[in-house]
C-alpha cells in the first residue's frame, strides 16, 4: 500500500498543472484491503503507530490533489473515518449523502448529511439533515436551495445584529449627554416592541421567501454556487463588521443630528414650550425604526405581494401602535400626547426626513461605488437576467440541468390514451353494434392502464421513482398477441 502512494504522489508529481489535467484514484474498502492498512486495523479499531500515520497522511496528501476519489466497498465505520479525516485534516464543511443503512455513521459524521428514501429503507434518510427521493434531486437542493437559504440566513444573521446594535449604541450615545447615570432615553413599552414587533416581520419574510437569483439561473450556473459558498462573499467575520460599523455611523447620524436640532434650549412651540427629552428620544426612536425597515429593502433581491405587504405592514402597524401608546395617560404617561406634538412641528417633520434619507443616501452611494468597480459575481447574473444577451460567464462554465423523460413518456402515453378515445367516439356512428362493444372495451383497457401508470408513478410514497410505462406498454402489446393467436 506504501509503494502504491508513493507511485501516486510521484505521478502527481510529474503531471505537474493539475487543473488542466486532472486526476482521480480508486481505492478498495473492507477487511482485509487498502483502506483498511490505511485507517484501521483488523478489529476495526482506529489504529495509531508512526508508520501507520504517515502512510495515512501520504494518502490524504495524495488524495487531496485528485480531482475525485472513488472508495468501493467500503463498511460503515471506513466511510465514516474518511469523512472524520477529512474534517479534521482540510478544516472543510463535509456533505455526505446516503441511501441505506450502512450509510448511517457517514452521515452522522458529516457536517450536513443528506438521505435518499429507496428501496433499501428509510433509515439513511431519518438520521440525515435532508432527506430526498431521488438521487436527482441533489442538484436542486445544492445549487437552488442551498443557496437560497445560504443567503437568506446571512442576510437575517446580519440585519438581527444590525438593528440590535442601533437601539443599543443610540443609548450609549446618549449616555454622553447623561452623564452615563443609567438613564432610559427611549419608552419602556416601545423599546420592549422594537424586536418582536416593529422590526420583526420584513425580516422574517426576506428569511422565508427572499431569492438571490432566479432557479433556471442557479441551476445552470456552477459559479454561482461556487461564488456564494466557497469564497465567503455573504457571511464572513469581514461583512459581519462592516454591518456593525453601518450600525455605528448610522445611529451616530441620526443621534446627533436629532439631538441637536431639537435641543430643549430653544423654544419649539407657540406656547413657549420645548421639544423635551421624550419627544426627542421618541424622534430618534422613530427614525431609527424606519431606517432598519429601508435599509432593509436593500438586500431583497425579489420583490413579491408578500415582501410588499409585510413591510407596509409594520411600517403603518408602527405608527399605529405608537398613537394607541400616546393616548392612554394612566397606562403609559410618558409618552402621553407626544406623538400629535410630533404631528405638528414642522421642525420635527425635517429632523425625521433629514435623519432617515441621510444614512440611506450613504448606503446607496457605498452600494454603487461597489457595484460598478468591485461587482459581485451574483450582481453580474442579475444583471444578465434583466438583460439576457449579456455574457457573463464562459461557455464552459454553463451547463444545463437536462429533466428526466418520465414526463415526457407520460406526455406520449396520454397522446396515444386520447387519440385512441377520439376514435372510439368517432367509430361509433359507423360500425355496428358488436364492433362499437370491442371498440368501448378496448378504450376502457386503456383506461385503465393509464390509470395504473399514474398508480406506478406515483405508487412509492417513499420517493423511489419507478417508470413503468414502457412495461405497461409491453404488457399491452403482449395481450393483444395473445388475444390475436388465440
Not at 510521484?10 to 483502506?35: F, Q
Not at 487531496?64 to 463498511?75: F, G, I, P
Not at 439561473?217 to 461564488?227: C, D, E, F, K, V
Not at 405508487?459 to 390475436?484: L, P, V
Request: aromatic share 12%.
Amino acid at each position: 500500500v506504501k509503494a502504491d502512494v508513493d507511485a501516486g504522489l510521484h505521478r502527481a508529481g510529474e503531471i505537474g498543472d493539475l487543473e488542466s489535467a486532472p486526476i482521480s484514484m480508486v481505492v478498495e474498502g473492507g477487511h482485509p484491503s487498502a483502506l483498511s492498512e490505511i485507517l484501521q486495523d483488523s478489529d476495526g479499531k482506529a489504529s495509531g503507530g508512526t508508520a501507520r500515520d504517515e502512510l495515512r497522511e501520504r494518502f490524504f496528501e495524495l488524495a487531496a490533489l485528485c480531482k475525485s476519489v472513488v472508495a468501493c466497498r467500503c463498511t460503515p465505520r471506513q466511510k465514516a473515518l474518511i469523512i472524520r479525516e477529512i474534517k479534521k485534516r482540510k478544516g472543510a464543511c463535509v456533505l455526505a449523502v446516503g441511501d441505506g443503512g450502512n450509510d448511517e455513521p457517514m452521515i452522522k459524521e458529516a457536517d450536513v448529511g443528506v438521505g435518499i428514501f429507496g428501496e433499501e429503507g428509510s433509515a439513511a434518510a431519518q438520521a440525515a439533515d435532508f432527506a430526498i427521493g431521488q438521487f436527482r434531486f441533489l442538484h436542486p437542493l445544492l445549487f437552488k436551495h442551498g443557496v437560497w437559504l445560504y443567503d437568506r440566513i446571512a442576510i437575517m444573521t446580519l440585519y438581527i445584529f444590525y438593528k440590535a446594535a442601533m437601539v443599543a449604541l443610540a443609548m450609549f450615545y446618549f449616555g454622553f449627554f447623561s452623564g452615563f447615570s443609567a438613564h432610559q432615553l427611549f419608552n419602556l413599552w416601545a423599546y420592549t416592541a422594537y424586536n418582536v414587533a416593529f422590526t420583526c416581520t420584513p425580516i422574517l419574510v426576506v428569511a422565508v421567501l427572499d431569492q438571490t437569483l432566479s432557479a433556471k439561473t442557479l441551476q445552470n450556473q456552477p459559479l454561482a454556487y461556487r461564488a456564494c459558498i466557497t469564497r465567503g462573499q455573504l457571511f464572513s467575520n469581514r461583512i459581519f463588521f462592516v454591518w456593525i460599523q453601518q450600525a455605528m455611523v448610522h445611529t451616530a447620524l441620526i443621534f446627533f443630528i436629532a439631538f441637536w436640532a431639537l435641543e430643549s434650549d430653544n423654544i419649539a412651540f407657540p406656547d413657549g414650550k420645548t421639544h423635551g427629552l421624550w419627544t426627542t428620544s421618541t424622534v430618534i426612536y422613530s427614525v431609527i425604526v424606519m431606517v432598519a425597515t429601508f435599509r432593509l429593502l436593500l438586500e431583497m433581491r425579489s420583490f413579491t405581494y408578500c415582501h410588499h405587504f409585510w413591510v407596509w405592514f409594520s411600517f403603518f402597524g408602527f405608527y399605529a401602535a405608537m398613537i394607541i401608546l400616546n393616548i392612554f395617560p394612566s397606562f403609559n404617561p410618558d409618552l402621553y400626547f407626544v406623538v400629535f406634538q410630533m404631528i405638528r412641528s414642522p421642525q420635527i417633520w425635517l429632523t425625521v426626513i433629514l435623519c432617515t434619507v441621510l444614512p440611506l443616501i450613504l448606503d446607496l452611494m457605498v452600494y454603487g461605488v461597489k457595484a460598478d468597480m468591485f461587482p459581485h459575481y451574483h450582481q453580474i447574473l442579475r444583471e444578465r437576467e434583466m438583460q439576457p444577451g449579456l455574457k457573463v460567464a464562459p461557455q464552459e462554465e454553463t451547463f444545463v440541468f437536462r429533466e428526466r423523460k418520465t414526463r415526457k413518456q407520460e406526455i406520449r402515453h396520454r397522446k396515444k390514451y386520447l387519440q385512441a378515445l377520439q376514435a372510439a367516439q368517432e367509430a361509433k356512428k359507423t360500425v355496428s353494434e358488436e364492433e362499437i362493444g370491442a371498440v368501448e372495451r378496448e378504450a376502457a383497457t386503456k383506461r385503465r392502464a393509464r390509470i395504473m401508470l399514474t398508480w406506478l408513478r406515483y405508487q412509492n410514497m417513499s420517493g423511489a421513482n419507478f417508470d413503468g410505462t414502457d412495461d405497461a406498454e409491453t404488457i399491452e402489446t403482449d395481450k393483444r398477441k395473445r388475444k390475436k393467436t388465440t
